[in-house]
Each structure stands twice: as structure tokens, then as C-alpha cells.
């Protein structure tokens, strides 16, 4: 059974940082997608950041350069460092993993973790 549990988020200043992480059990990060999604209120839920298993990294156009996606092999986690908050940011952030679908649909799913980031 797939198990993503994130967590590192939180409120934050705009120009802030947070890390995100994703603790994965049931599956091994390093030979799967993995990546970042995020909701705000009255939207939908839309890709952040992936991983492949090859180690390709894709961003969404509103967080690059400011956002950077990492894995750690040996913690069976994945990351997401924040940098540069905007309010725009403001969402619930989840991870999501997939071996091929990371970003279309990505058919294991965390809980999400608020991220809040104040003006």
C-alpha cells in the first residue's frame, strides 16, 4: 500500500521560504514519478513540480527559478524548496506519485499540507 505523507508547511511571509517534504512508504521514490501538486480555494488542482525516475525535472512556469524539486534515495523522501513566496502560492500542497502518469494523473495521492503565505 502507497503511503505519501507531506509535511513542512505552514505560514509564511511573502519573499519567505519553506521546505516541503513527501515521506514515502509502499513505494521506492527513485524508480517512480514523483512531484508536487497544488489547490487553492476555487480552482484546480494543478502540477507544481515532478521528478521522473530518471532524475527530469519539470516545473510549472509560475514557479521557476524559485522552486526546486530534490529526492533523497537513502530517506525514500522527495522535497520541494520554496523560495521567494508570493501569496500567489497560497494553496494546499500535495504529493503525488506515479510510475509513467506523474504528470498527467498521478494515481497515489498524500493528504496535503496547508501553505499560507501572507502579504
Known amino acids: 500500500q502507497v503511503q505519501l505523507v507531506e509535511s513542512g508547511g505552514g505560514l509564511v511571509q511573502a519573499g519567505g521560504s519553506l521546505r516541503l517534504s513527501c515521506a514515502a512508504s509502499?513505494?521506492?521514490?527513485?524508480?517512480?514519478?514523483v512531484g508536487w501538486y497544488r489547490q487553492a480555494p476555487g480552482k484546480q488542482r494543478e502540477l507544481v513540480a515532478a521528478?521522473?525516475?530518471?532524475?527530469?525535472?519539470t516545473y510549472a512556469d509560475s514557479v521557476k527559478g524559485r522552486f526546486t524539486i530534490s529526492r533523497d534515495n537513502r530517506k525514500n523522501t522527495v522535497y520541494l524548496q520554496m523560495n521567494s513566496l508570493i501569496p500567489e502560492d497560497t494553496a494546499v500542497y500535495y504529493c503525488?506519485?506515479?510510475?509513467?502518469?506523474?504528470?498527467?494523473?498521478?494515481?497515489?495521492w498524500g493528504q496535503g499540507t496547508q501553505v499560507t503565505v501572507s502579504s
Open positions: 503525488a506519485a506515479d510510475p509513467l502518469r506523474i504528470l498527467t494523473a498521478p494515481r497515489s
Open positions: 509502499g513505494i521506492i521514490v527513485s524508480i517512480n514519478g
Open positions: 521528478i521522473t525516475s530518471g532524475g527530469t525535472t
